[in-house]
């Protein structure tokens, strides 16, 4: 097979709701409880007063602790297990490691750590929301290649299927 470059998916990650803190999904317009995975409080990350996308998550999660509040995970509290953490340390987080277990078959601890750029793409995606809008979100992919593929977003697109012209450009796209 010379010329050839054979990818194989191996992302062993599941999506978490940033808004309700439930596996499976992430859209900032979840029509869920709301339930910070950062915090445990009834409010969506982006809403939260303490996180701060642009900060490392154990920089978030340090500073949080040093003004003297108690991270809870809402999803393990919800299963009855340990949940003095939070809800976005994947590694720490039983009822993550769980459905990871049930899904992949895998029990290792080695599940890496949200990236500082995927707290920006979502909290970009968010900010991009049009209330009017019925568009439908792009889900958050994972990449184990950190180094070339950090973070993918896949942006749903409004051409009709065949076309080959370009879809139309919103205030979002542009960096």
């Given at each position: 097979m010379?010329?050839?470059?054979?990818?194989v998916q191996?992302?062993?990650?599941?999506?978490?709701?940033?808004?309700?803190?439930?596996l499976?999904?992430?859209?900032?317009?979840?029509?869920?409880?709301k339930?910070?995975?950062?915090?445990?409080?009834?409010?969506?990350?982006?809403?939260?007063e303490?996180?701060?996308?642009?900060?490392?998550l154990?920089t978030?999660i340090?500073?949080?602790?040093?003004?003297?509040?108690?991270?809870?995970?809402?999803?393990?509290?919800?299963n009855?297990?340990?949940?003095?953490?939070?809800?976005?340390?994947?590694?720490?987080?039983?009822?993550?490691?769980?459905?990871?277990?049930r899904?992949?078959?895998?029990?290792d601890?080695?599940?890496?750590?949200y990236?500082t750029?995927h707290?920006?793409?979502?909290y970009?995606?968010?900010?991009c929301?049009?209330d009017?809008?019925?568009?439908?979100l792009p889900?958050?992919?994972?990449s184990?290649?950190?180094?070339?593929?950090?973070?993918?977003?896949?942006?749903?697109?409004t051409?009709?299927?065949?076309?080959?012209?370009?879809?139309?450009?919103?205030?979002?796209?542009?960096?």
């Amino acid at each position: 097979m010379q010329g050839r470059e054979i990818r194989v998916q191996t992302d062993t990650l599941i999506s978490k709701c940033f808004t309700c803190s439930k596996l499976g999904h992430n859209s900032p317009q979840c029509a869920n409880d709301k339930s910070c995975p950062f915090c445990g409080n009834a409010h969506p990350l982006q809403e939260c007063e303490l996180f701060i996308p642009d900060k490392p998550l154990e920089t978030n999660i340090t500073d949080y602790l040093e003004k003297g509040h108690i991270l809870c995970c809402s999803l393990c509290k919800e299963n009855s297990y340990d949940h003095n953490h939070s809800g976005l340390e994947r590694g720490k987080c039983t009822s993550y490691r769980n459905a990871r277990f049930r899904k992949f078959q895998l029990s290792d601890t080695n599940i890496p750590s949200y990236s500082t750029q995927h707290f920006q793409n979502y909290y970009k995606i968010f900010r991009c929301l049009d209330d009017s809008s019925n568009m439908e979100l792009p889900q958050l992919e994972y990449s184990n290649n950190a180094t070339k593929r950090p973070l993918e977003t896949s942006i749903p697109s409004t051409r009709a299927p065949g076309s080959l012209s370009k879809p139309p450009t919103n205030k979002c796209q542009r960096n």
